[in-house]
């Protein structure tokens, strides 16, 4: 009988159909670095920068002297003149207070905490008020041809950060070189392009490298650690800054309260958040509650990429960020022109000595993070099923 042919007779003589590409699942960019950029530095305006071998990272910050303050002890409704405050420095002869309904003149500079004041200003009704009732500064109101009154001023404040050096190399055996690879005519080319995503620090197109996304990581991950001799420097992030601002509960649903919540604190507290970062876990309950109030752009200063925008009561126009590497069960709302990266050092390949038939490259670059005026931004945990 005649021996029929098939391309199965005699696979081994095959030609391989093979793409001369190389198919890999890359998350292709670090969108947080990208939004918040690299160069920290300038907005803050350092002064003896870059810091060479300093590995302290230090900005000034100030607040605006606070506009409330508790009692420290009831009072009875209009005999008493004389009250205590939590923080009497707050005030001073002038001052135009607000317990519930009732208005009172302080009339002397405090005594400490103790602070002689006249009742039922404006017009109000004297109260009684209970131990740790809010107190409100409403204003000045000084008499005729009264003295000046000296009033409460802060202090400023220097938070800082530590610099961290990240830094990967690579080794190709010399056996390896001038090798024609499907999809990698260079291999050491290649893998350096893996590390960085392209020719400049972000990447070409957009794209971002593992040691890209090392370092986005370092916002929602990384930990203050003071460098020495012996031990590493790390960065800190979101979580070693923001303190004032924090709500919900990892046991517990995401609400639209809450972020309307944390929205109208930051801004009470001077703070324009514009910036809500979620994971894709998280966007879907965003997106879910705020369905027919989102609305989207098209940014040709980002690559013609589609901006989400969320309209709320508190603040018209928020960026909804959706961000891999972002845990899943925490959202960061913040004022983007307050945070960002600082580079010291920048991602830059280097050859390295070779002691045998091989190369070496290594990249390496040095960072921090900046988080100004932490009340201007919030985070919220909630439950992530």
């Not at 098939?6 to 947080?32: E, F, N």
């Not at 990429?305 to 960061?332: K, Q």
Request: proline fraction near 5%.
């Amino acid at each position: 009988m005649a021996t029929v042919r098939t391309p199965y007779t005699d696979p081994t003589i095959s030609r391989r159909i093979i793409s001369d590409m190389v198919g890999m699942i890359d998350w292709a960019s670090a969108p947080l670095v990208k939004r918040l950029g690299l160069e920290k530095d300038k907005t803050c305006k350092f002064v003896n920068w870059p810091p060479g071998g300093q590995k302290k990272i230090e900005w000034i910050e100030d607040t605006m002297p606070s506009q409330s303050t508790t009692l420290s002890a009831a009072i009875s409704n209009g005999t008493t003149t004389t009250i205590s405050l939590t923080n009497g420095d707050y005030v001073h002869e002038g001052s135009i207070l607000q317990i519930g309904n009732e208005y009172l003149i302080v009339q002397a500079a405090p005594t400490g905490n103790t602070v002689i004041v006249s009742r039922g200003a404006g017009g109000t009704t004297p109260a009684s008020h209970s131990n740790s009732a809010a107190v409100h500064l409403r204003g000045i109101a000084k008499k005729t041809g009264s003295n000046y009154a000296i009033g409460y001023t802060t202090t400023v404040t220097a938070p800082y950060n530590y610099t961290q050096i990240l830094e990967e190399a690579l080794r190709i055996n010399g056996d390896q070189e001038g090798v024609s690879d499907y999809g990698v005519p260079d291999t050491m080319d290649y893998h350096l392009s893996k590390l960085i995503g392209g020719r400049t620090e972000i990447g070409e197109r957009g794209r971002a490298g593992k040691l890209i996304m090392d370092l986005a990581r370092m916002a929602y991950y990384g930990k203050r650690q003071q460098p020495s001799n012996t031990q590493e420097g790390m960065a800190g992030g979101f979580d070693t800054f923001i303190s004032t601002h924090t709500y919900g509960n990892s046991n517990a649903a995401l609400s639209r309260a809450t972020i309307h919540t944390a929205l109208r604190d930051i801004y009470n507290s001077g703070g324009m958040p514009d910036l809500m970062v979620v994971s894709p876990y998280a966007a879907e309950l965003v997106t879910a509650m705020y369905e027919d109030l989102i609305r989207t752009e098209r940014s040709e200063d980002r690559g013609g990429s589609t901006i989400r925008y969320i309209t709320t009561p508190v603040v018209d126009s928020v960026e909804l960020m959706i961000d891999h590497m972002c845990p899943s069960g925490s959202i960061y709302l913040l004022d983007s022109e307050k945070v960002g990266w600082a580079t010291i050092r920048p991602f830059t390949p280097q050859e390295k000595p070779s002691l045998g038939d091989y190369k070496v490259w290594s990249v390496l670059g040095e960072y921090t993070f900046i988080l100004q005026n932490e009340a201007a931004h919030a985070k919220i945990s909630h439950a992530t099923s």
